[in-house]
């Protein structure tokens, strides 16, 4: 285990802060050939941002598998349709690879549409079909012109990049819904909130607090979405965008089209919530009451959840914690959030951060903190092993590497079922390491266990802990 | 209700599968390449796909699951994958040192023509793959079949790529288990070794997918199928498949290319099937049946006489994978059910055939389809209800919708534990199954039981 040695070429995507080499990261590239990489593909991307649009049609043109593994595994909450969470696939077959699958694209389209009535339809292109080269964009618009609701190709082909491209085909299809307002007309004290999907419920936790501070949420992009929500998107006075990673190419589109201004924020832990709130009541200063409203807001929910901290923080002072997460936009907030109860981070990755993330991520963490970029879980488990970290953040494919090594784990990526987001969100946040940290389980695993000196022969003392 | 969308009105679909009973071929090949002692396998295509086949496996198995992708991008995807995949295989072959590379195709890498044999003579060639290492390979193209297929043609290409004759038997005999649970295997294992015949089994992901916490993270856990092992088949007495579209392409071809004679056998799943197991076990090696055995037989069949009024004319709905609902749906037949509404995700003619042979007795209430989708059996469901549902994960939704006792079992099951350790194969499995089955059905009996009739004993 400890000699793992590191592929020449990922060399410049693994940094430790206070090492004598220049700070250079290199990331944004492809993942190397042969790599175990924790990433996915542009599909993937597409996927989950339009996912959470509830009364839309989610189609998959492509193989089963690409809709299989998509079926319902985002838990985006709806209040409302699920027609989302339904699994519509061209399962393309051999015969339909030579021949094009066209046709059964268009035939699918029209039998799902005169059958759930959707608002729109977003189609998504899988590798496959960008490589037997179907033109689903006229397909698009002629079944369109048939049934009257907008019929949107996703062009998502896995092999064309990163996820991240994947962020941008979803943002372009999403303008094109925008687009379709006729009469765009901005709303006073209005905002969409972009980039917030919803999961667990947390879309509802963030509405709630804009709606105590007076402000209109015309849309939310997309959680809990509606298509005709989407659609008056243009009459928002602001934008407020979350997930950065995902949703700031919609945000500039917005911006160059509407004169629709954006902020980046992150709902995440008490610091960056409260901050989110008072840009957003900063920007509407011609109403003053959106100010006060803030405050009182804030300083309510502020203290219900400090004397809990306080409570945790006890226990989880300087515990280590390791964070692997999909953009490194959230792994600010979750530094922040971590130092709240006490604990430090020793490991901070990203599947797709940017150079600049990178350079904050540097300026935000400790002396000896590893930063890495992309990731394969040999690294990660050696540095969670080196650094004796007692947490890791991250998503599906890390939370058995992280049991088998035998330290706590929280999910910040697509199974969270309790909403993270907000004052609320913290508290819940703190609980859930809390659990997982100080559980006994982990006092049993070989490596820890070793570590504890067995009690003296003939003494109980084993059977004395509270 | 998720599935309010699910009309009662059934219309012919041709261009569409809604809530797939399936998913694609390459994860069935990542799952079997799993089962090999040192192996890492190798997604040759972009990295979606391996991230989502490993997410899925990481899921149902919730143990890490490591497999390597040639991270394909425009470029690859016009001018073809070698070059992707011969660095890829030499970057495997540095970074993480397994004993060898499974490579498996994608759609992707098969639409565009990849010659995967010829792009691993050709690292070999260029010194890319170290003494004594080793690449197989599989080609899975995901339009075809499902992932049951992907596993056949993985098991396939495993024996076929080392198996070597060397003139001496090794007295051994041949087991392809077929797309089961780690628990399985060994429970399979265990049984032929009970009977006093050695295995070789291939693939075997017995503590690999079902390991225990040691504290430390390692990527070759102490299981699987060696490769000295997999290189002696073709020496072996005979060779058993357990489910003949899973198992049957490995055994066969050791049949044709080494003479190994080889049978096909449903999986053994409930009483019948595991007796036809244990007999073609018994005769093939001419050893009589330890009882040790005959008891676990008999037990189950002692159970089974004990519950049957719980269980007599009840009416079931499935839905899976083919090898697994043969013999399930023979079980259910034992039991004095009634196995109504039956679907499988992987195309082929030959099961609906059998699942009309084995439920004929019950004529024209059995309804069954393959290929076909869970939105199917939900409509068959809502038009003609049933008992019980037995079904994967996905099978929840139908069950809430419809308050149906459920039993989860098959591919994937992500919401449960339990598939990893507790083996359904088997007459011991018999038993479980049979218990899930009860507990199912009782549980419910219990639940809607006015008080008058709410009873101790059942
Ligand atoms: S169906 Fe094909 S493209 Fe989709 S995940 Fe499976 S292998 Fe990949
Ligand atoms: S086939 Fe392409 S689009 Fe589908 S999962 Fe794989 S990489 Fe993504």
Redesign the interface.
């Known amino acids: ?1 400890s000699s793992i ?3 020449k ?1 990922r060399e410049k995507q693994i940094f430790t802060k206070g090492e004598e080499a220049p700070f250079e990261m290199s990331c944004d590239t ?15 991307g597409s996927r989950v941002v339009l996912y959470p649009i509830a009364d839309a049609l989610h189609l998959i043109h ?11 595994i985002r838990g985006a909450l709806s209040s409302g349709p ?2 989302h ?10 015969t ?2 030579i021949y094009g699958g066209e ?3 268009q ?2 389209l029209l ?2 549409i005169d ?2 009535t959707p608002k729109a339809a977003f189609i998504y292109c ?3 079909v ?3 080269g179907d033109d689903v964009d006229a397909v698009c618009r002629q079944v369109e012109e048939e049934t009257g609701i907008p019929v949107i190709p996703v062009h998502s082909e ?5 996820k991240k491209d994947g962020y941008r085909a979803a943002c372009d299809a999403l303008f094109n819904l925008i687009r379709r307002n006729p009469a765009p007309a901005p709303l006073p004290r209005s905002i969409n909130i972009l980039g917030e999907f919803n999961i667990g419920g947390e879309t509802w936790i963030i509405k709630k607090y804009y709606e105590a501070m007076g402000i209109n949420v015309v849309s939310v992009i997309t959680g809990d979405g509606r298509v005709d929500e989407v659609m008056q998107a243009g009459n928002a006075a602001l934008n407020v965008v979350q997930c950065s990673g995902s949703v700031t190419h919609l945000a500039q589109k917005m911006e160059e089209e509407y004169g629709i201004p954006f902020i980046r924020v992150s709902y995440f832990g008490i610091e960056d919530t409260s901050d989110a709130l008072y840009r957003v009541a900063e920007f509407f200063k011609d109403s003053p009451r959106i100010m006060e409203k803030t405050r009182d807001l804030v300083k309510n929910e502020v203290n219900k959840v400090i004397p809990y901290l306080e409570t945790v923080k006890k226990d989880l002072e300087g515990k280590k914690a390791a964070l692997y997460v999909g953009g490194a936009f959230k792994a600010f907030s979750l530094i922040k959030a971590l130092k709240t109860i006490g604990m430090e981070v020793i490991l901070a990755g990203s599947q797709t951060g940017t150079r600049e993330d990178y350079e904050i991520l540097k300026e935000m963490c400790n002396q000896g903190t590893v930063i890495l970029d992309d990731a ?3 690294e990660l ?1 050696k540095y969670v ?1 080196e650094k004796d970290a007692d947490l890791f953040i991250g998503g ?2 890390e ?3 992280a ?4 330290i706590g784990f929280c999910d910040h990526n697509h199974e969270r079922k309790i909403p993270l987001v907000g004052f609320e969100g913290m508290e819940n946040f703190a609980r859930e390491v809390h659990e997982t940290v100080t559980s006994p389980v982990w006092d049993l ?4 266990a070793a570590k504890k000196s067995s009690p003296p022969a003939g003494k109980e003392k084993a059977y004395d802990t509270p | ?5 699910t ?1 009662k009105e059934i ?1 012919e ?8 009973a ?6 069935g090949a990542m799952y079997a390449a799993l089962g090999i002692h040192g192996c ?1 396998p ?1 997604s040759h ?12 496996l ?2 149902h198995y ?13 470029g ?2 016009v001018f073809g994958g070698q ?3 011969v ?6 072959f ?3 040192d397994p004993d060898l590379i499974a490579v498996h195709t ?3 890498s098969e ?2 023509g990849d010659d995967v044999n010829q792009i691993v003579n050709k690292a070999k060639k260029d010194g890319k793959i170290p003494e004594g290492k080793y690449v197989i390979h599989a080609s899975t ?4 079949g ?1 992932h049951v297929t992907g596993f056949a043609n993985m098991a396939k290409s495993m024996a076929l790529q080392f198996a070597k004759k060397s003139g001496t038997s090794n007295g051994k005999f041949n087991i392809v288990p077929g797309f089961v649970e780690p628990s399985d295997m060994a429970a399979i294992k265990e049984m032929v070794k009970t009977l006093g015949i050695s295995p070789i089994m291939f693939p075997d992901t017995s503590n690999i997918l079902n ?1 225990p ?7 070759y856990p102490k299981g699987g199928v060696s490769i000295e092992e997999l290189k002696s088949t073709a020496d072996s007495i005979g060779s058993i498949g357990l489910g003949p579209l899973a198992s049957a392409d490995a055994v066969r071809a050791l049949d044709s290319q080494f003479k190994v004679p080889c049978q096909v056998l449903d999986l053994p799943i409930g009483l019948l099937a595991t007796d036809r197991f244990i007999d073609a076990l018994r005769s093939a090696a001419g050893v009589s049946v330890p009882d040790s055995i005959t008891r676990e037989r008999g037990r189950l069949l002692d159970v089974i006489s004990d519950m049957h009024h719980h269980l007599y004319g009840k009416r079931v709905a499935l839905a899976g994978d083919p090898d697994q609902l043969i013999p399930l749906t023979e079980f259910l037949m034992t039991l004095g059910m009634k196995p109504v509404h039956i679907v499988t ?1 992987t195309p082929g003619k030959a099961f609906a055939k059998r699942i009309k042979e084995i439920t004929a007795r019950l004529g024209d209430e059995v309804k069954v389809k393959g290929p076909g989708d869970m939105y199917t059996l939900h409509q068959w469901i809502k038009n003609e209800p049933v008992d019980l549902l037995i079904a994967n994960t ?1 099978g929840k939704y139908i069950a809430r919708d419809d308050d149906i006792p459920y039993v989860r079992f098959g591919f994937p099951i992500l919401d449960r534990i339990g598939h990893t350790y507790f083996p359904t194969v088997g007459y011991r499995g018999g038993i479980r199954l049979l218990e899930q089955i009860l507990n199912a059905l009782m549980d419910r009996m219990d639940r809607d039981a006015p008080e008058e009739k709410f009873e101790l004993v059942m």
């Open positions: 285990m040695s590191v592929l070429a492809k993942s190397l050939a042969g790599a175990v990489s924790q990433r996915a593909c542009v599909f993937c492509g193989p089963i598998g690409c809709a299989s593994y998509t079926w319902d699920q027609l969470r339904m699994s519509f696939s061209t399962d393309l077959s051999e339909d690879i046709q059964k694209l035939q699918a039998e799902l059958q759930y899988t590798c496959i960008g490589i037997i896995g092999f064309k990049g990163t394969n879980p040999l488990a092993m599906v494919k939370r058995p590497i049991y088998k090594l035998g695993v070989p490596r820890r | 209700m998720l599935l309010r969308h009309t219309k679909r041709k261009s569409l599968t809604v809530n797939p399936k998913t694609c071929q390459p994860i890492l190798h295509g972009s990295q979606g796909c391996c991230a989502y086949h490993r997410s899925t990481t899921r919730r143990e890490p699951v490591m497999a390597a992708t040639s991270s394909f991008t425009e690859a995807s070059a992707n995949l660095q890829a295989i030499d970057n495997i540095t970074t993480y994608t759609c992707l639409t565009i193209p995901s339009y075809v499902s390991g916490l040691t504290g430390k993270y390692t990527m995700g996905y």
